[in-house]
């Protein structure tokens, strides 16, 4: 992924949170719900639950909230209501988009999400139309600290069953198979490492370069899906020059 930082993106997303916290929360805490009803309310034996109650410190979310979500999902029927959709298109300059949703109502989900791909000057595509150049890995992002070298963390990453570690400038980011973060985020934690994210993710196989203009528009429709209630997360493939 040439021109791909995952640390810029890391700190756009944070700013993002900053700006709307509130949106954040309620979407881990829906996040929440579904994996309580899918796997009990103990992240212990429960390692999706696990992920998201990291995934909701990762982004200042304060325990009382995430233990507040848990046992309201563990006492009610929330989490039922609740479907996974994913949404594929093509925005300008033929980027490649994945939507990812928590729905209790498909119908109004989809119109929602074609207006936007409409309104932005591109089109919601059918399912596969764009998922093929995308795979589904888990990403952990470590802070870089003094003292921590790229073979330091190449030793807990391959001990742990990674794919790979990238230097990203700032940065460290580990690629694991998608039922394999968990694993490896519980052995950076267990070293005393800084994560600053760690969540199974669609990573592009190929990239599109687009300079600021055109890549800025990308982030205008990527921003605008993220405000819908209904989704979670939007993955492009492109990268700014």
Not at 10 to 38: C, H, M, P, W, Y
């Amino acid at each position: 992924m040439s021109g791909h930082s995952k640390w810029h993106n890391i700190q756009a997303t944070k700013n993002k949170a900053d700006a709307a916290r509130g949106k954040i929360f309620t979407k881990i805490g829906r996040e929440i719900a579904v994996a309580v009803k899918l796997g009990g309310p103990d992240p212990n034996t429960n390692s999706k639950l696990y992920d998201i109650i990291q995934k909701a410190k990762q982004n200042n979310m304060p325990n009382d909230n995430i233990q507040r979500s848990i046992k309201k999902a563990s006492g009610s029927t929330e989490g039922d209501n609740y479907s996974s959709a994913i949404y594929e298109g093509y925005g300008t300059n033929g980027v490649a988009f994945i939507v990812e949703c928590l729905t209790d109502n498909k119908n109004r989900t989809a119109s929602d999400v074609r207006h936007l791909f409409t309104h932005a000057g591109g089109s919601l595509g059918a399912t596969g139309s764009v998922m093929y150049n995308f795979d589904y890995r888990g990403v952990i992002v470590l802070a870089k600290k003094d003292g921590i070298t790229e073979d330091d963390v190449m030793m807990v990453a391959l001990d742990s069953g990674a794919d790979d570690v990238i230097d990203d400038d700032e940065a460290f980011v580990i690629y694991t198979p998608s039922d394999g973060l968990h694993k490896c985020a519980k052995a950076f934690e267990d070293a005393g490492y800084e994560i600053l994210s760690s969540e199974n993710e669609y990573v592009p196989q190929n990239t599109i370069s687009l300079d600021e203009g055109k890549y800025a528009s990308v982030e205008k429709l990527a921003d605008a899906l993220e405000e819908l209630d209904d989704v979670q997360n939007v993955y492009h493939n492109a990268v700014e020059e």
